[in-house]
């Protein structure tokens, strides 16, 4: 014990034993993340189970075809590297032009009937007061079916012998006509084939747009004297706008990408009138067993389809 200068006693106070330092507290931001991703585990699970799906046959199988087309490949045979002459041999192929020619004209004319022939059909039925329902089953009753089963019952329908369209002919007393035979109606044949067999899904999506223009604008435009076509004109087609443009942007690619009405029904014939792109990709890889010239054709059809809807998109937002 000491004594200081006035007589006072003063004790020594002991510091505390070293040992271990406190761990510093963790910031707020990264407890919150660490909160959020505890609460949202099971989102991020479903999340990246979609994203693996996807990469897994989606993304994979467009890098690989992309791969193959730069080499020879038979899957018999290790694959060997040729650089570009899958693309000189099949701008060389003189049914590549053919079949790209016949699929813009098959793409022209579903655009002229599959485009017009569903909004046609909404527009009658959201005028309709009885019976919408059954009539919209109706509609939609086609997509249901099967396409090979689709395509079986229309080859029926164009039989040249005792088919249906034929037979109607003949009780007009009109001539019978060779459908899927003629280089002038097979093709035409074929669109009304797919225009028949996927209209219903596009018919509902209109119907359904219909349903969400106000009808203020109909009655204004009632009360101004316009007629049923300036109606649709100026307040339907106006307000669906959006629903047109990309309507008409996945029709186009649906059909440039057309295989089973052609494989089934014409086989590509008559003398190649109905050969489409996916149709000539397909006897590349399954009848010639050339799959690195097929995956050259499914790339330059991917380069096509991704220009166009670019181009498509700029050209709308522009405009919009």
Avoid: C
Avoid at 174 to 196: C, D, F
């Amino acid at each position: 014990m000491k004594v200081d200068t006035v007589g006072a006693p003063r004790r020594t106070q002991r510091r505390p034993a070293a040992g271990p330092a406190p761990s510093p507290p963790s910031s707020p931001r990264r407890a919150g993340l660490r909160r959020r991703v505890a609460d949202n585990l099971v989102g991020y699970l479903f999340l990246g189970a979609g994203i693996l799906a996807f990469a897994l046959f989606s993304w994979y199988p467009i890098v690989r075809g992309f791969l193959l087309s730069f080499q020879q490949v038979d899957f018999a045979q290790p694959a060997t590297w040729v650089g570009l002459d899958n693309f000189q041999r099949l701008f060389d192929d003189p049914l590549f032009l053919t079949a790209w020619r016949n699929t813009l004209w098959f793409t022209a004319l579903a655009l002229v009937f599959g485009f017009a022939a569903p909004f046609v059909t909404a527009v009658v039925l959201n005028e309709l007061r009885h019976g919408r329902a059954y009539l919209r089953m109706t509609v939609y009753l086609p997509v249901m079916l099967p396409p090979i089963v689709t395509v079986l019952l229309w080859r029926w329908f164009y039989d040249p012998g005792p088919g249906l369209f034929n037979h109607a002919l003949g009780i007009l007393h009109l001539p019978p006509q060779q459908w899927l035979e003629s280089e002038n109606l097979s093709m035409l044949s074929l669109v009304l084939v797919s225009t028949w067999a996927n209209m219903g899904t596009t018919t509902l999506i209109y119907l359904a747009a219909l349903q969400g223009v106000p009808g203020e604008l109909y009655e204004a435009a009632q009360l101004d004297g316009a007629s049923i076509r300036q109606r649709l004109w100026h307040v339907t087609i106006p307000q669906m706008r959006f629903i047109l443009l990309i309507t008409l942007l996945l029709q186009v690619i649906g059909t440039m990408q057309v295989f089973i009405e052609p494989f089934v029904l014409t086989g590509g014939g008559p003398n190649d009138a109905t050969v489409t792109v996916l149709l000539l990709l397909y006897r590349y890889a399954f009848v010639y067993n050339d799959f690195g010239l097929a995956s050259a054709m499914s790339t330059v059809l991917f380069v096509v389809l991704g220009a166009f809807a670019g181009l498509y998109l700029r050209l709308t937002r522009s405009k919009g």
